[in-house]
């Protein structure tokens, strides 16, 4: 059985029985057959449809939050923005689409040769419980303008919100089955992979699912598109205004009660000022409030699953051991629930979890470097290359960091990274391969088809 429990209080809130293998082949075939239509359809039907999905988004933003918040603990503003994010991918490829697949002429010794964008079929999508709407859209979005069907394999926690999705993408008006939901735990993803019918699949999560994901996809030469782990680290050179770096770095580790993979994990802050920078942050951290997740006032939540709450404070207590120092938080709360308070370690150094691991939770690491090449030195150290930040007033100094010296997939400078519909997203090195959103993002499931006259 499929548990959604509330991790505010512990209670399950839905119970969902997993399809059976020949049902899910079944579903699959009825996808594939959909495809066989979808894809004929003109640019401007999928626009319009689009369109429509992102106003159904907007009228039931509410309801979705309010989902969210019982199935894995997101505040309810931030569901709603969540949603509205949604909605955004969605109009963004309404307006883009069309030109992006538009076909390319290409001079060659033929009379008339060009590249077209095709779809290739059913794509598989297996997603996490973080942001459980947002990490759909900004795969459904595209896949369906190039023409393409979907599945989901949605994280086992947030099967209500699986079926939530499929739900909007009916009411919508799309055809039928060109997505559905599939209710299955995680063991049963690697037969949907080997179905000869879906033909690419992504995947966001954590590094060790993505490996063996790709594993599997790779033994059948399908694509993939792999967005996994991060541990950010966002540079505080001495000329940064501090008061705004504290407060974007404490927003962007807090985010979804510090459960993201684009959210900041590693502060690296020169000598000169951290002492300062410290005192803001810590702060700044103290002053969020931590509560039920449903009142409008909360910052942070609980954690999605206490399971999940425990390993991150062990990760904490080895890091103490090891010798950080815990500034706030650090604790575990009493009662039946997940949650977990903003915590915020110093004199963070190498071979501590605090340094070398993902912190999937609202804990942040502060480490000091002795200048900008040691700061950039210590960012770049590591098996993670998702996003990174650089806060420095003098923009040019800030834009060469952030382009040319940090090895992430993105890389802001006096802002909180963020995925944006209109820039692609994705990472390096163990954070994965491919990418989402933008003009890059709809071309990953698409034939790139040249075509050639004589």
Same mark, same amino acid.
């Given at each position: 059985?499929?548990?959604?429990?509330?991790?505010?209080?512990?209670? =399950?809130?839905?119970?969902?029985?997993?399809?059976?293998?020949?049902?899910?082949?079944?579903?699959?075939?009825?996808?594939?057959?959909?495809?066989?239509?979808?894809?004929?359809?003109?640019?401007?039907?999928?626009?319009?449809?689009?369109?429509?999905?992102?106003?159904?988004?907007?009228?039931?933003?509410?309801?979705? &939050?309010?989902?969210?918040?019982? /199935?894995?603990?997101?505040?309810?503003?931030?569901?709603?923005?969540?949603?509205?994010?949604?909605?955004?991918?969605?109009?963004?490829?309404?307006?883009?689409?069309?030109? %992006?697949?538009?076909?390319?002429?290409?001079?060659?010794?033929?009379?008339?040769?060009?590249?077209?964008?095709?779809?290739?079929?059913?794509?598989?999508?297996?997603?996490?419980?973080?942001?459980?709407?947002?990490?759909?859209?900004?795969?459904?979005?595209?896949?369906?303008? &190039?023409?393409?069907?979907?599945?989901?394999?949605?994280?086992?926690?947030?099967?209500?919100?699986?079926?939530?999705?499929?739900?909007?993408?009916?009411?919508?008006?799309?055809?039928?089955?060109? %997505?559905?939901?599939?209710?299955?735990?995680?063991?049963?993803?690697?037969?949907?992979?080997?179905?000869?019918?879906?033909?690419?699949?992504?995947?966001?999560?954590?590094?060790?699912?993505?490996?063996?994901? &790709?594993?599997?996809?790779?033994?059948?030469?399908?694509?993939?598109?792999?967005?996994?782990?991060?541990?950010? &680290?966002?540079?505080?050179?001495?000329?940064?205004?501090?008061?705004?770096?504290?407060?974007?770095?404490?927003?962007?580790?807090?985010?979804?009660?510090?459960?993201?993979? =684009?959210?900041?994990?590693? %502060?690296?802050?020169? /000598?000169?000022?951290?002492?300062? %920078?410290?005192?803001?942050?810590? /702060?700044?951290?103290?002053?969020?409030?931590?509560?039920?997740?449903?009142?409008?006032?909360?910052?942070?939540?609980?954690?999605?699953?206490?399971?999940?709450?425990?390993?991150?404070?062990?990760?904490?207590?080895?890091?103490?051991?090891?010798?950080?120092?815990?500034?706030?938080?650090?604790?575990?709360?009493?009662?039946?629930?997940?949650?977990?308070?903003?915590?915020?370690?110093?004199?963070?150094?190498?071979?501590?979890?605090?340094?070398?691991?993902?912190?999937?939770?609202?804990?942040?690491?502060?480490?000091?470097?002795?200048?900008?090449?040691?700061?950039?030195? =210590?960012?770049?150290?590591?098996?993670?290359?998702?996003?990174?930040?650089?806060?420095?007033?003098?923009?040019?100094?800030?834009?060469?960091?952030?382009?040319?010296?940090?090895?992430?997939?993105?890389?802001?400078?006096?802002?909180?990274?963020?995925?944006?519909?209109?820039?692609?997203?994705?990472?390096?090195?163990?954070?994965?391969?491919?990418?989402?959103?933008?003009?890059?993002?709809?071309?990953?499931?698409?034939? =790139?088809?040249?075509?050639?006259?004589?």
């Amino acid at each position: 059985m499929l548990l959604s429990i509330n991790p505010s209080n512990a209670k =399950i809130v839905a119970k969902h029985k997993p399809y059976t293998k020949l049902y899910t082949q079944s579903i699959v075939q009825q996808v594939d057959t959909a495809w066989s239509k979808w894809r004929l359809t003109s640019h401007q039907e999928r626009s319009e449809l689009l369109l429509s999905m992102a106003k159904k988004l907007v009228d039931s933003k509410n309801k979705l &939050a309010e989902l969210m918040g019982t /199935e894995m603990g997101k505040p309810i503003k931030q569901g709603i923005a969540e949603i509205e994010k949604c909605a955004a991918v969605c109009e963004y490829y309404y307006q883009n689409a069309a030109g %992006f697949l538009q076909e390319q002429d290409i001079k060659t010794d033929g009379s008339k040769s060009y590249v077209s964008f095709q779809p290739i079929g059913v794509v598989l999508a297996v997603m996490p419980w973080n942001f459980p709407f947002w990490q759909v859209f900004r795969f459904l979005a595209p896949a369906l303008a &190039a023409g393409n069907c979907g599945l989901l394999k949605h994280a086992s926690n947030v099967m209500g919100c699986a079926l939530a999705i499929e739900d909007i993408v009916k009411q919508a008006g799309f055809p039928d089955n060109v %997505f559905r939901a599939l209710l299955l735990d995680s063991a049963s993803v690697n037969d949907v992979i080997a179905n000869p019918l879906v033909k690419a699949l992504t995947l966001t999560g954590s590094t060790n699912a993505g490996k063996k994901v &790709a594993e599997k996809a790779g033994s059948l030469l399908k694509k993939t598109v792999l967005e996994l782990g991060g541990s950010d &680290a966002y540079i505080v050179l001495e000329d940064a205004d501090l008061e705004h770096a504290a407060e974007t770095c404490v927003n962007s580790r807090l985010i979804n009660a510090g459960q993201s993979c =684009i959210a900041a994990k590693r %502060f690296v802050v020169v /000598e000169r000022i951290e002492k300062e %920078f410290t005192r803001l942050f810590v /702060e700044k951290m103290k002053a969020k409030v931590m509560g039920d997740p449903m009142v409008e006032g909360t910052d942070v939540g609980p954690m999605a699953r206490a399971d999940l709450r425990d390993e991150l404070h062990e990760q904490v207590d080895h890091s103490v051991t090891k010798g950080a120092k815990c500034l706030l938080g650090g604790y575990v709360p009493e009662g039946k629930n997940a949650f977990y308070p903003p915590t915020v370690l110093t004199n963070v150094k190498k071979g501590m979890p605090a340094y070398d691991e993902e912190l999937f939770g609202p804990v942040a690491a502060i480490i000091s470097a002795k200048d900008e090449a040691d700061a950039i030195r =210590i960012a770049n150290d590591s098996v993670f290359g998702l996003g990174g930040a650089v806060f420095t007033q003098d923009k040019e100094r800030g834009e060469l960091i952030a382009a040319t010296q940090m090895e992430a997939g993105s890389c802001f400078v006096n802002g909180l990274v963020k995925s944006d519909p209109r820039l692609p997203f994705g990472g390096i090195k163990e954070s994965g391969y491919g990418r989402e959103l933008g003009m890059f993002g709809i071309h990953e499931f698409v034939n =790139i088809k040249s075509v050639w006259i004589a």
